[in-house]
Nanobody
């Protein structure tokens, strides 16, 4: 099995920063792509940024300029540095990845449970 566990959320004032982490563990053969998403109350889940196994990075417009995705050398932990946070950034932040397990032949999408980010004005 595969687990994705996020951490680093919290309550911060507008203009502040947070750095989120997502650790992937379990029977992982290859992480083809993995990214950060968020879901605010009453809204759909939205992609913020993603990174492929080859290191290609994509940002959605909502994450450009203020958010930075990165990963560790082992490629099992990804980070999201968030700067200049705004009240509208308040949401549950989740990581999701397309992962091939050690015993599998295809890809499956895995999700973490998320970490709450709350930004006060």
């Amino acid at each position: 099995q595969v687990q994705l566990v996020e951490s680093g959320g919290g309550l911060v004032q507008a203009g502040g920063s947070l750095k989120l982490s997502c650790v992937a563990s379990g029977s992982i053969r290859v992480i083809y792509s993995i990214g950060w998403y968020r879901q605010a109350p009453g809204k759909s889940r939205e992609l913020l940024a993603g990174i492929t196994r080859f290191g290609d990075i994509h940002y959605e417009d909502s994450a450009k300029d203020r958010f930075t995705i990165s990963r560790d050398n082992a490629k099992t932990t990804i980070y999201l540095q968030m700067n200049d946070l705004r009240p509208e950034d308040t949401a549950v932040y989740l990581c999701g990845g397309d992962i091939q397990t050690s015993s599998g032949v295809g890809l499956n999408r895995y999700w973490g449970r998320g970490t709450q980010v709350s930004v006060s004005s």
